[in-house]
T-cell receptor, first 116, second 116 residues
């Protein structure tokens, strides 16, 4: 069973460029979550998506950040015009449809974004 | 917003020792999860708790969901070198419809290191 997959694992961008982070959930999982982690910190929620729907984006900055989970293909977290403060590890998690273990979120290995 | 206080921030373990860490919250949670994160990797789910008072084990790990729904602890018995890492508690707040709100709120982690 493949786990949550994220790519790239490491991404370097210059200030002002765009960053695209991809996440493929576990097989059978229909809910995707994105979190950001700064060094020595816990994970901070950004956005919660189901196929073609954003359920909760309360943790996502209003500007430059967007997320999607299309009907086909991976979920994408997009950061436009990156700034140094965007440097962090970005993790994607997935969970099964509602019921039972739907509250259990399984994380991918993360994408480490460095903005130079 | 909701916050989780996790303690201790760090601790040193000697092989064979028992380890205990806990999390407290100012809000009620309907789910508590414990994760372990190794350097450069994503968090790995260890234990999930769903009911107040629930005590759940996973091998040498035991976790409990506090009666007040505002705290949880994790115990590791007879620690081994591979237990080293960062342990995070995470909680899910109840949504208006009765299920989970979706996003997880994380503590700042307890870092386990080997005694020099």
């Amino acid at each position: 069973n493949a786990g949550v997959m994220q790519n790239p694992r490491h991404l370097v961008r210059r200030r002002g460029q765009e960053a695209r982070l991809r996440c493929s959930p576990m097989k059978g999982h229909s809910h995707v979550y994105w979190y950001r982690q700064l060094p020595e910190e816990g994970l901070k929620f950004m956005v919660y998506l189901q196929k073609e729907n954003i359920i909760d984006e309360s943790g996502m900055p209003k500007e430059r950040f967007s997320a999607e989970f299309p009907k086909e293909g991976p979920s994408i977290l997009r950061i436009q015009q990156v700034v140094r403060g965007d440097s962090a590890a970005y993790f994607c998690a997935s969970s099964p449809p509602f019921g039972g273990s739907s509250y259990e979120q399984y994380f991918g290995p993360g994408t480490r974004l460095t903005v130079t | 917003g909701q916050q989780l206080n996790q303690s201790p921030q760090s601790m040193f373990i000697q092989e064979g020792e028992d380890v205990s860490m806990n999390c407290t919250s100012s809000s009620i949670f309907n789910t508590w999860l414990w994760y372990k994160q190794d350097p450069g990797e994503g968090p790995v789910l260890l234990i999930a708790l769903y009911k107040a008072g629930e005590l759940t084990s996973n091998g040498r790990l035991t976790a409990q969901f506090g009666i007040t729904r505002k705290d949880s602890f994790l115990n590791i018995s007879a620690s081994i070198p591979s237990d080293v890492g960062i342990y995070f508690c995470a909680g899910s707040v109840m949504a208006d419809y009765g299920g989970s709100q979706g996003n997880l709120i994380f503590g700042k982690g307890t870092k386990l290191s080997v005694k020099p």
